[in-house]
């Protein structure tokens, strides 16, 4: 079994920061793309930022200059770093994990139960 543990969600106000933190455990043999989507009421899933085993980054161009995605992959952790946050970043943000369990088994993609985040004064 594998599981994703977010944490670090919240209410905050607009212009302030939150660092969402996901946690992979379980049988694990090697984790390679980590990220984190989000998800707001009445709209479809979207990505937010993904960065691979070895450090290289993507950004939806929305998160671009405000967030930063990174990973401590002793820790198996991902961490996403929210700053100069905005009402339309209220969301349930997802962290998302593409794992090997075995030498001998396929990669498959994994989530985590997701973290609210509600940016509001």
């Known amino acids: 079994q594998v599981q994703l543990v977010e944490s670090g969600g919240g209410l905050v106000q607009p212009g302030g920061s939150l660092r969402l933190s996901c946690t992979a455990s379980g049988s694990i043999f090697i984790i390679n793309t980590m990220g984190w989507y989000r998800q707001a009421p009445g709209k479809q899933r979207e990505l937010v930022a993904i960065?691979?085993?070895?450090?290289?980054?993507n950004y939806a161009e929305f998160a671009k200059g405000r967030f930063t995605i990174s990973r401590d992959n002793a820790k198996n952790t991902v961490y996403l770093q929210m700053n100069s946050l905005k009402p339309e970043d209220t969301a349930v943000y997802y962290c998302?994990?593409?794992?090997?369990?075995?030498?001998?088994?396929?990669?498959?993609?994994?989530w985590g139960q997701g973290t609210q985040v509600t940016v509001s004064s």
């Open positions: 998302n994990a593409n794992i090997q369990r075995t030498l001998n088994m396929r990669v498959q993609d994994y």
């Open positions: 960065i691979t085993r070895g450090g290289s980054t």
